[in-house]
């Protein structure tokens, strides 16, 4: 069973920085596509970033282009976000995604793309 578990959440002040990470678990063939989403209270979880794992192609939302840094570590099965110049609109919280069926790069902010999630870790960025 492909398990996913994030870190680094927290609180964090603005324009400060903070690195999620998402291990991932119990597979023999990895991911195609990882990804992070975020949702905050009362809106729709969004994307936030993806690699491709065969290229490390990365995808952002435009929102967060420039500050943002999504990257492997295919030694440790794990995937980070490195968030830098944090707003408090990026307060929410975040959960990785894996996606092991495949689909075009286009499609990477698109929740129901990917087959697993993990839990989501809180990050809240304080004005």
């Known amino acids: 069973q492909v398990q996913l578990v994030e870190s680094g959440g927290g609180s964090v002040q603005a324009g400060g920085s903070r690195r999620l990470s998402c291990a991932a678990f119990?597979?023999?063939?990895?991911?195609?596509?990882m990804g992070w989403f975020r949702q905050a209270p009362g809106k729709e979880r969004e994307g936030v970033a993806a690699?491709?794992?065969?290229?490390?192609?990365?995808y952002y939302a435009d929102s967060v282009k420039g500050r943002f840094t999504i990257s492997q570590d295919n030694a440790k099965n794990t995937v980070y976000l490195q968030m830098n110049s944090l707003k408090p609109e990026d307060t929410a919280r975040y959960y990785c995604?894996?996606?092991?069926?495949?689909?075009?790069?286009?499609?990477?902010?698109?929740?129901?793309?990917?087959?697993?999630w993990g839990q989501g870790t809180q990050v809240t960025v304080s004005s």
């Open positions: 690699i491709y794992t065969g290229g490390s192609t990365a």
């Open positions: 119990g597979y023999t063939s990895g991911p195609n596509y």
């Open positions: 995604a894996a996606d092991f069926r495949g689909f075009s790069g286009g499609n990477w902010y698109r929740p129901f793309k990917y087959n697993y």
